[in-house]
């Protein structure tokens, strides 16, 4: 198993480092689209379908672990539960929700600080121990993003001028790293591709009634035509089961602490994508912002 090698025999080859790099590309990506998709699919509704598909393209390879493991899926339903609930239905939503007001460079950049939160929530919760350079990288990571919150102007602060989009960002990233904090100390003993069904039903479900109530509130009925279903195409697949199992076999490959630096590269494409796409460049302090959230992510990730 690559993941049991010593990180001094691991070698960064071509393979690897397209599987570290293809994730943060698909995730900005997906803010791209998430934003393109604001008025067009609303946002609950967006992120139900989108793993109500991905669960489709995903069951025919997974059902015979699902019933040769459901004995475990019984045992370990509240984790699952509440790892479906953070991740699938929270986070996502959360993000969706955040790309309606917020600019894709906005939204990946808060996303950046996870770190900040995990150390908050790890501290709080789990009784982790927190040394001073996790702190200092915490701070950092903090000010980065509140930099870009304020759009580089201290005026805001006094303002309390903060699009809704930001702070539906901040509470993604905080079910993030909650989410995060369960799968480290409680992750049930299943083959990824079945915990990963399980959450995905779970997060389905809970969206049901609030993608309900979210289009009983529309004026108009949704309206279902190609660039509709290229917006749920994309999302179904290459952010999330794509992305997700690179992800996986690069932390196989790589070990775990490399590819939270690979982690940074998605406001970078973020910004790239968004003038590219959108004719939306990135502003002065988003740069600020992004220099400083990646040294308070490389302080918070010493050992």
């Known amino acids: 198993m690559p993941s049991s090698a010593s990180a001094s025999t691991r070698r960064i080859d071509g393979i690897t480092l397209l599987l570290l790099t293809f994730p943060p590309l698909a995730w900005a990506g997906n803010a791209i689209v998430g934003r393109i998709a604001a008025g067009v699919v609303p946002p609950i509704t967006l992120n139900l379908v989108r793993w109500a598909l991905a669960g489709l393209l995903l069951a025919p390879y997974v059902w015979r672990g699902v019933i040769e493991h459901r004995a475990a899926l019984r045992k370990h339903a509240r984790v699952l539960i509440a790892m479906g609930v953070l991740s699938i239905a929270s986070y996502n939503s959360f993000q969706y929700l955040a790309l309606t007001t917020s600019t894709p460079i906005n939204v990946t950049l808060i996303g950046a600080s996870t770190p900040l939160f995990l150390l908050l929530i790890g501290a709080t919760f789990f009784r982790e121990r927190v040394k001073a350079w996790h702190v200092a990288g915490a ?25 809704p989009g930001d702070l539906f960002m901040l509470a993604a990233t905080v079910a993030w790293s909650a989410y995060t904090w369960l799968l480290r100390k409680h992750r049930p003993d299943l083959p990824l591709p079945t915990l990963l069904f399980a959450q995905i039903v779970i997060g389905v479900l809970v969206n049901i009634p609030m993608s309900w109530w979210e289009l009983s509130q529309l004026d108009h009925p949704l309206a279902w035509n190609t660039k509709v279903a290229g917006i749920l195409l994309y999302v179904a697949t290459v952010p999330s089961l794509l992305a997700y199992f690179a992800w996986d076999r690069a932390i196989a490959r790589a070990g775990a602490q490399l590819p939270v630096f690979f982690i940074t590269l998605t406001p970078i494409f973020a910004a790239l994508l968004s003038s590219l796409i959108l004719g939306d460049p990135p502003r002065w302090y988003h740069f600020v912002g992004m220099a400083t959230i990646g ?9």
Do not use: E, K, M
């Open 295 to 303: 040294v308070g992510i490389w302080l918070a990730q010493r050992r």
């Open 139 to 163: 701070l950092l990571c903090l000010v980065g993003v509140s930099f870009v919150l304020l759009r580089g102007d201290l005026v805001h602060l006094a303002q309390l001028n903060f699009v």
